[in-house]
């Protein structure tokens, strides 16, 4: 069943996660709970190791102990909010060359990001691969003229702390002022206008676009439109990156006081990176701080509409040249080879997010089968897509791909919402219709593996810890019975556990930290 977007967003409840671990004695016994409303079982999934099973339980949810007074650990932890969600939000993203920009005023807190006509996916040309750096050009490069436009100091982690949009500015004037000619490669002519493509900014810790980041980007794009005619700007596309131009880069990252991504985060840190894809280095940077208050960090339609996150080479290589290298240094080679991917990633998401669905389709498909495509965003993608057009088998295909590759980096989370201060799924099918398709594939999935699997709950942040980790364990223990009966042998090999840990969290409440999350260990090392 096709799940509606305008209900992901505030819904995305828990996320699933397992490791491989030893596994222990089997859950306890989990009271059940009355019929759900019907639900259309979805078609077996079919594995060389074993046909299919399809999933008819006599299981529930078990309700946590009732404290004193009477009301349950649970219901005194999360609050329950209506059925229905908010919409998610729907943002397009400005094309990196054109388009029209509204902004709001510099030092505005809570930016809205307009909805620009989406760019036509480009093809990738066969046998296209990794984009390398282009070959020198002449020995001497010429001094690029001087740029234009007011140039603001870096403001440090540790310096003065600006709404979003001065933050941005502050490092972006920075980052231009600091672009060294030598390392724009030998081969930028002085004469000319340098080509400049803008790869789309990300929150620094989930690797997702949010609005905020959105919002960045065009202020990166209206920056450099009005106040540095140095740079000709050129869409994120396979056929830019042929031409080996700049790429400008950025992270959001929610911090603490002394800059630390962990803890109480109440900041925003910005960082800008320069890298030119002609000699393959990076040419500059900028970091601002900006403050959190008033700032949209929900992530966009196709982010809070993927039901699943997993450590991701192709995310992780972006972070990496952002966050860690410096002027002058080779580009992070893992970024480098999966540029051509990450354009098409571009294309399918702008498809994705403007409805047109067999667009996106296509790309996604196309990129799952390109050099560097094996990456969470393409498999989400199919799966996203397949399910919007009705084809199952393809979705069913997809979200196999989406946990075989979850598994395989030992950390898989997939959202399930659940009722709060409940073990229970909730009961809107267009939100969990699906859940009984997805706890199929894991268990199938799992089954032909040798690991072990850790199943762990987890809450949102608020409320006292210990009722928290209560629910968080019989959400676990609820997961791990759905999955053991889908299967045959895999719940030797499961055990359930209690989670607090905040995963990559852009807010106190997000999808990503109400999850349920599997990791992976070696049956081998398990303890006894």
Same mark, same amino acid.
């Given at each position: 069943m096709i799940r509606k977007t305008s209900n992901r967003l505030a819904l995305l409840g828990a996320t699933v996660a397992c490791t491989l671990v030893g596994c222990a004695a089997p859950a306890p016994e989990v009271v059940a709970e009355p019929p759900a409303p019907a639900i259309p079982e979805p078609p077996p999934v079919a594995f060389p190791s074993r046909p299919a099973d399809t999933i008819s339980l006599p299981l529930g949810p078990a309700t946590p102990?009732?404290?004193?007074?009477?009301?349950?650990?649970?219901?005194?932890?999360?609050?329950?909010?209506?059925?229905?969600?908010?919409?998610?939000?729907?943002?397009?993203?400005?094309?990196?060359?054109?388009?029209?920009?509204?902004?709001?005023?510099?030092?505005?807190?809570?930016?809205?990001?307009?909805?620009?006509?989406?760019?036509?996916?480009?093809?990738?040309?066969?046998?296209?691969?990794p984009v390398q750096p282009a070959p020198t050009g002449a020995a001497n490069p010429q001094t690029p003229p001087a740029l234009t436009g007011t140039v603001q100091p870096l403001v440090s982690g540790s310096g003065s702390v600006l709404q979003l949009g001065d933050a941005v500015l502050a490092a972006a004037n920075a980052l231009f002022a600091s672009a060294d000619p030598v390392q724009l490669g030998a081969g930028r002519s002085a004469a000319g206008r340098l080509p400049l493509s803008v790869d789309p900014p990300v929150d620094g810790m989930t690797g997702f676009q949010t609005v905020a980041t959105r919002t960045m980007q065009e202020r990166l794009v209206k920056l450099v439109r009005e106040?540095?005619?140095?740079?000709?700007?050129?869409?994120?596309?396979?056929?830019?990156?042929?031409?080996?131009?700049?790429?400008?880069?950025?992270t959001v990252t929610p911090v603490d006081k002394d800059g630390k991504s962990q803890g109480a985060r109440d900041a925003l840190r910005i960082c800008l990176a320069l890298v030119d894809l002609q000699n393959g280095r990076v040419v500059s940077k900028g970091l601002a701080r900006a403050t959190s208050s008033g700032v949209d960090t929900t992530p966009t339609l196709f982010f809070a509409d993927s039901p699943a996150w997993a450590p991701d080479a192709a995310t992780q290589g972006y972070l990496k040249t952002c966050h860690e290298a410096n002027p002058g240094d080779p580009i992070n080679p893992t970024y480098s080879a999966r540029l051509t991917a990450a354009?098409?990633?571009?294309?399918?998401?702008?498809?994705?997010?403007?409805?047109?669905?067999?667009?996106?389709?296509?790309?996604?498909n196309r990129l799952r089968r390109a050099p560097g495509g094996d990456q969470l965003r393409a498999h989400n993608g199919l799966y996203l897509a397949s399910q919007k057009?009705?084809?199952?088998?393809?979705?069913?295909?997809?979200?196999?791909?989406?946990?075989?590759?979850?598994?395989?980096?030992?950390?898989?989370g997939i959202k399930f919402q659940f009722r709060p201060g409940s073990v229970a799924f909730v009961e809107d099918p267009q939100v969990s219709g699906e859940y009984p398709l997805w706890l199929t594939v894991v268990s199938q999935v799992a089954e032909r593996r040798s690991d072990c699997i850790e199943v762990s709950g987890r809450t949102s942040r608020s409320g006292p810890e210990p009722l928290n980790e209560q629910l968080s364990l019989m959400r676990a223990q609820?997961?791990?019975?759905?999955?053991?009966?889908?299967?045959?042998?895999?719940?030797?090999?499961?055990?359930?556990?209690?989670?607090?840990?905040?995963?990559?969290?852009?807010?106190?409440? +997000?999808?990503? +930290?109400?999850?349920?999350?599997?990791?992976?260990?070696?049956?081998?090392?398990?303890?006894?």
């Amino acid at each position: 069943m096709i799940r509606k977007t305008s209900n992901r967003l505030a819904l995305l409840g828990a996320t699933v996660a397992c490791t491989l671990v030893g596994c222990a004695a089997p859950a306890p016994e989990v009271v059940a709970e009355p019929p759900a409303p019907a639900i259309p079982e979805p078609p077996p999934v079919a594995f060389p190791s074993r046909p299919a099973d399809t999933i008819s339980l006599p299981l529930g949810p078990a309700t946590p102990k009732a404290g004193a007074d009477g009301a349950t650990a649970a219901s005194r932890t999360e609050a329950a909010p209506p059925v229905q969600p908010p919409k998610a939000t729907a943002v397009q993203p400005p094309a990196s060359g054109s388009g029209t920009l509204a902004l709001a005023p510099t030092g505005a807190g809570n930016l809205q990001t307009p909805a620009p006509k989406p760019d036509a996916a480009q093809a990738l040309a066969p046998g296209a691969g990794p984009v390398q750096p282009a070959p020198t050009g002449a020995a001497n490069p010429q001094t690029p003229p001087a740029l234009t436009g007011t140039v603001q100091p870096l403001v440090s982690g540790s310096g003065s702390v600006l709404q979003l949009g001065d933050a941005v500015l502050a490092a972006a004037n920075a980052l231009f002022a600091s672009a060294d000619p030598v390392q724009l490669g030998a081969g930028r002519s002085a004469a000319g206008r340098l080509p400049l493509s803008v790869d789309p900014p990300v929150d620094g810790m989930t690797g997702f676009q949010t609005v905020a980041t959105r919002t960045m980007q065009e202020r990166l794009v209206k920056l450099v439109r009005e106040q540095y005619p140095r740079y000709e700007l050129k869409p994120f596309t396979t056929a830019t990156l042929a031409t080996h131009p700049l790429l400008l880069i950025g992270t959001v990252t929610p911090v603490d006081k002394d800059g630390k991504s962990q803890g109480a985060r109440d900041a925003l840190r910005i960082c800008l990176a320069l890298v030119d894809l002609q000699n393959g280095r990076v040419v500059s940077k900028g970091l601002a701080r900006a403050t959190s208050s008033g700032v949209d960090t929900t992530p966009t339609l196709f982010f809070a509409d993927s039901p699943a996150w997993a450590p991701d080479a192709a995310t992780q290589g972006y972070l990496k040249t952002c966050h860690e290298a410096n002027p002058g240094d080779p580009i992070n080679p893992t970024y480098s080879a999966r540029l051509t991917a990450a354009a098409l990633v571009h294309d399918a998401v702008i498809a994705y997010e403007a409805g047109d669905y067999e667009q996106a389709y296509q790309v996604f498909n196309r990129l799952r089968r390109a050099p560097g495509g094996d990456q969470l965003r393409a498999h989400n993608g199919l799966y996203l897509a397949s399910q919007k057009l009705g084809r199952r088998d393809d979705a069913t295909r997809a979200f196999a791909h989406v946990v075989d590759f979850g598994l395989a980096q030992k950390q898989l989370g997939i959202k399930f919402q659940f009722r709060p201060g409940s073990v229970a799924f909730v009961e809107d099918p267009q939100v969990s219709g699906e859940y009984p398709l997805w706890l199929t594939v894991v268990s199938q999935v799992a089954e032909r593996r040798s690991d072990c699997i850790e199943v762990s709950g987890r809450t949102s942040r608020s409320g006292p810890e210990p009722l928290n980790e209560q629910l968080s364990l019989m959400r676990a223990q609820y997961i791990k019975q759905r999955i053991d009966a889908a299967g045959e042998t895999i719940g030797n090999r499961t055990r359930a556990v209690s989670g607090r840990e905040s995963l990559k969290g852009l807010g106190g409440d +997000d999808a990503l +930290d109400r999850r349920v999350e599997f990791r992976v260990l070696d049956c081998k090392a398990r303890p006894s």
